[in-house]
């Protein structure tokens, strides 16, 4: 059967669809990385700042849908697995009927209080009336751009990681390109500022968004639904039920993620400038060093999900062990390609002559292996929440972010100052590994598999970590 991802060399398989996925990602941040330039080079610099906190906003507000819409998800690859095709397309439309729902909700209230949020965020002045604008046209897009994730997120469900890196394409170029267009207004296209890096964005999606659905139809992709089979954008009450009680701790799991974020980012601030510029250029590079761990742990999760479905409990551990050696290779290499070359990469952002440099070197030095601790972490969690155990998940990331993580900081800052920031990063990675790698091991989380009827089959999850491009948030 396509993309049938229990069959064939474990390693292979898992390596073969994890590529296509990291290349996703790096194609997502590539994009937000090419539209910043442009806004700061274009309207400058209150209109960069605009759009982080905007993008800050959209994040905070939209992750309780982000887990609804990946728990709505999960019972995709667990039906494709187990042969059930009708079952996986009922998933499916009860994902986009129910989130296409909660979103229009969410931006209708994301769009009359965007400025109280932006005030409560203390976004400087200067940058508020950008930001607003920003904001309110995001807020206006979200119903379609979250029907589109959950879309990409599905056809990964059935084994499909290369059609969404197709579309991710298409939207980056349409993006890049469109983002000067409307910013600056050039030949026949109007100047719309800040207002036209937001519809380039949303244009660029639209397109791409409806040029996948059509490939989906023209290809009869597992997931299209015709006929009667549209009714299952009404989710059922059994569904909804499942929505709902996997969504809540998924949704809490990025708001834990992003809130750690955000108090790091005022902990930075607290040392001047120049240490707030060079976080600022390390965490382009933090941005490129993780994507190896969510692309395989996205991996994982669908691949585990599938055996569930099929049954074929014994390849279980393996997928999790080949995971994990993947995880060891990939974001070991970029690691240490990144540190022994981080200097030019760090020059592009901060300048060659800007006393920024080495500042960011040493965070670097200290912080960036965090993440090869962190992939091992993601791989042993894809694979519980695989078997529904999406609590699990939750009080690791907590734990390691917040009481391990924060008082990390609090107990050595007196010694080590800054330091103890950057070095809060691998001793939190490694709490998080320490109880990933105890709870797959010793907590009988595989009891969740069990389903309670056979059209709930077993309960598994598709989680990626990195929901969108430019609405994303890092650890």
């Not at 005022?266 to 993780?290: H, K």
């Not at 695989?386 to 009481?403: D, E, K, M, S």
């Amino acid at each position: 059967m396509r993309g049938d991802l229990t069959s064939g060399p474990i390693p292979k398989t898992l390596l073969m669809f994890s590529l296509p996925a990291l290349l996703t990602n790096v194609l997502q941040s590539l994009s937000g990385t090419v539209n910043s330039i442009w806004v700061g080079r274009l309207i400058g610099e209150e209109a960069l700042a605009a759009t982080a906190n905007a993008n800050i906003v959209m994040f905070l507000v939209s992750s309780a849908a982000f887990g609804f819409g990946m728990a709505g998800t999960v019972l995709i690859g667990q039906r494709y697995g187990g042969r059930d095709l009708d079952g996986a397309r009922r998933s499916f439309g009860s994902a986009v009927g129910f989130c296409a729902m909660l979103m229009l909700a969410i931006a209708g209230v994301g769009f009359a209080f965007a400025g109280p949020l932006l005030r409560l965020l203390a976004t400087p002045e200067g940058a508020y009336p950008l930001a607003l604008v920003y904001l309110q046209l995001i807020f206006l897009s979200m119903p379609f751009m979250m029907v589109s994730i959950i879309l990409s997120m599905g056809l990964r469900g059935t084994g499909d990681a290369s059609t969404p890196l197709i579309f991710m394409g298409v939207t980056v170029a349409l993006d890049t390109v469109l983002n000067p267009l409307l910013i600056a207004g050039y030949g026949p296209f109007p100047e719309l500022g800040i207002a036209g890096s937001a519809l380039a964005t949303i244009i660029s999606a639209m397109i791409s968004f409806a040029a996948m659905v059509a490939y989906v139809y023209a290809k009869d992709l597992p997931l299209r639904l015709r006929a009667k089979e549209l009714r299952y954008l009404w989710p059922s009450k059994e569904e909804l039920a499942f929505i709902l009680t996997k969504g809540l701790p998924m949704g809490a799991q990025l708001l834990v993620m992003s809130s750690a974020g955000i108090i790091v980012v005022g902990l930075v601030n607290r040392e001047g400038l120049l240490t707030t510029a060079a976080y600022g250029a390390t965490m382009q590079l933090f941005n490129y060093i993780q994507m190896p761990a969510m692309a395989i742990g996205g991996a994982v999760s669908a691949m585990a999900a599938q055996y569930i479905g099929a049954r074929k409990w014994d390849g279980l551990d393996r997928v999790t062990r080949a995971g994990l050696w993947l995880n060891l290779t990939f974001t070991g290499v970029v690691t240490v390609l990144l540190l022994l070359f981080d200097r030019p990469v760090l020059v592009l952002f901060l300048g060659p002559d800007s006393p920024a440099v080495p500042i960011a070197r040493h965070i670097q030095l200290l912080a960036s292996w965090n993440f090869v601790l962190f992939g091992v972490t993601m791989v042993y969690t894809a694979t519980m929440r695989a078997a529904g155990a999406v609590w699990i998940p939750l009080v690791v990331v907590a734990v390691a972010l917040f009481p391990v993580r924060l008082g990390f900081y609090e107990l050595t800052y007196g010694w080590l100052e800054a330091d103890a920031i950057w070095l809060s990063f691998p001793v939190g990675a490694a709490v998080g590994l320490a109880l990933g790698w105890y709870f797959y091991h010793h907590f009988n989380w595989r009891r969740a598999i069990d389903a309670p009827s056979p059209e709930m089959a077993a309960e598994g999850i598709h989680a990626e970590g990195q929901p969108a491009g430019r609405m994303s948030a890092d650890l």
